[in-house]
């Protein structure tokens, strides 16, 4: 069996796995590898960049490095590859575990229990939520459903088709420590930059495409597109800009504003402010459905452009009529 069919059936059961099952309830791969990356940046680290970019080096290229064997392994067997690059995609996107995080706060939010709301934000993204009211929670909830959707879902999948089991993993791997270390706190100013601009690098695909495919699957194409075009580029992330901007756009809503980290208070632009209302609790129940949408459409993207690749590669072209093809 062709590589490209091996990851399109292997992601799309990975894909339905999670759909079905969520993240693992123990022993949890990322979290394994959240671990080991703790227990490595305590002895390296250093302030300055250079410590921090061995770091970067150590946990995501050893991580890459262990799939990369893995998949070796398994490469003459088509059964256990396709499971291989399965366990992989299930354990790697976390579509269905960021659904249910986001549900539940619109659930407490509907109730009226605005503190059980900010006591779970943090369990779905690091703001500080003490002075949010439920209006501003129902905003960054939409805010992480969307920046999370290509993180946690289109992002690895764009990956596994490039790279196989050693992409989704690898992609894992730098988002996690993008989120450990790649903050601008004092502590990783300098020794987690190397994994946040690496983030950004890997990131890059997986953003556009997911962006892309909010429009198609919100329905709004072209409301999503304008809100892209022109809001995406004052976020100060590269990535998380054009899917917040689409997301906004798609859902009709505004996002974007005034925020705090761990007692800091940063202003970001307000992204589809020319048409877009302020967002509802409702909203977040519409953004996690887009997601699931985006989250199908980009498996179904990521497993076509594989199969037309692997299709005109010199591996998988067929001999010539006539021809042998020893």
């Given at each position: 069996m062709r590589a490209d069919r091996i990851f399109a059936y292997g992601a799309a059961a990975g894909l339905i796995g999670d759909l079905l099952l969520g993240d693992p309830r123990r022993g949890h791969p990322v979290a394994a590898f959240g671990r080991a990356a703790a227990g490595v940046e305590r002895r390296l680290w250093r302030d300055h960049r250079g410590w921090g970019a061995l770091h970067t080096l150590v946990c995501a290229g050893?991580?890459?490095?262990?799939?990369?064997?893995?998949?070796?392994?398994?490469?003459?067997?088509?059964a256990a590859s396709v499971a291989l690059t399965a366990a992989a995609t299930w354990s790697v996107v976390g579509g269905t575990s960021l659904g249910r995080e986001a549900r539940a706060i619109g659930g407490a939010l509907a109730a009226g229990d605005i503190e059980l709301a900010?006591?779970?934000?943090?369990?779905?993204?690091?703001?500080?939520?003490?002075?949010?009211?439920?209006?501003?929670i129902a905003r960054a909830v939409v805010e992480s459903v969307a920046e999370n959707t290509s993180d946690a879902v289109v992002g690895a999948l764009v990956w596994g088709a490039l790279g196989g089991v050693p992409g989704l993993v690898?992609?894992?791997?730098?988002?996690?420590?993008?989120?450990?270390?790649?903050?601008?706190?004092?502590?990783?100013?300098?020794?987690?930059?190397?994994?946040?601009?690496?983030?950004d690098v890997v990131g890059w695909p997986g953003a556009r495409l997911t962006a892309v495919l909010a429009g198609v699957a919100g329905g709004q194409p072209r409301r999503a597109l304008r809100a892209w075009r022109a809001d995406a580029g004052r976020h100060p992330s590269p990535n998380a800009g054009p899917v917040e901007a689409s997301f906004a756009g798609a859902l009709g809503v505004r996002l974007g504003g005034t925020l705090a980290y761990g007692g800091r208070v940063e202003h970001r632009p307000v992204l589809n402010g020319?048409?877009?209302?302020?967002?509802?609790?409702?909203?977040?129940?519409?953004?996690?459905?887009l997601s699931r949408r985006v989250g199908v459409l980009a498996l179904g993207v990521c497993a076509a452009g594989r199969l037309i690749a692997g299709r005109w590669s010199p591996s998988g072209r067929r001999p010539a009529a006539g021809r042998s093809g020893k």
């Amino acid at each position: 069996m062709r590589a490209d069919r091996i990851f399109a059936y292997g992601a799309a059961a990975g894909l339905i796995g999670d759909l079905l099952l969520g993240d693992p309830r123990r022993g949890h791969p990322v979290a394994a590898f959240g671990r080991a990356a703790a227990g490595v940046e305590r002895r390296l680290w250093r302030d300055h960049r250079g410590w921090g970019a061995l770091h970067t080096l150590v946990c995501a290229g050893g991580a890459a490095g262990g799939a990369a064997l893995a998949a070796r392994v398994v490469r003459r067997h088509p059964a256990a590859s396709v499971a291989l690059t399965a366990a992989a995609t299930w354990s790697v996107v976390g579509g269905t575990s960021l659904g249910r995080e986001a549900r539940a706060i619109g659930g407490a939010l509907a109730a009226g229990d605005i503190e059980l709301a900010r006591e779970r934000l943090p369990h779905l993204c690091g703001r500080d939520p003490h002075s949010l009211d439920g209006p501003q929670i129902a905003r960054a909830v939409v805010e992480s459903v969307a920046e999370n959707t290509s993180d946690a879902v289109v992002g690895a999948l764009v990956w596994g088709a490039l790279g196989g089991v050693p992409g989704l993993v690898a992609f894992r791997a730098v988002n996690t420590l993008d989120a450990m270390v790649g903050h601008k706190s004092p502590r990783h100013l300098r020794y987690g930059w190397a994994s946040a601009r690496l983030d950004d690098v890997v990131g890059w695909p997986g953003a556009r495409l997911t962006a892309v495919l909010a429009g198609v699957a919100g329905g709004q194409p072209r409301r999503a597109l304008r809100a892209w075009r022109a809001d995406a580029g004052r976020h100060p992330s590269p990535n998380a800009g054009p899917v917040e901007a689409s997301f906004a756009g798609a859902l009709g809503v505004r996002l974007g504003g005034t925020l705090a980290y761990g007692g800091r208070v940063e202003h970001r632009p307000v992204l589809n402010g020319a048409t877009g209302r302020a967002v509802e609790t409702g909203d977040i129940e519409r953004a996690v459905r887009l997601s699931r949408r985006v989250g199908v459409l980009a498996l179904g993207v990521c497993a076509a452009g594989r199969l037309i690749a692997g299709r005109w590669s010199p591996s998988g072209r067929r001999p010539a009529a006539g021809r042998s093809g020893k």
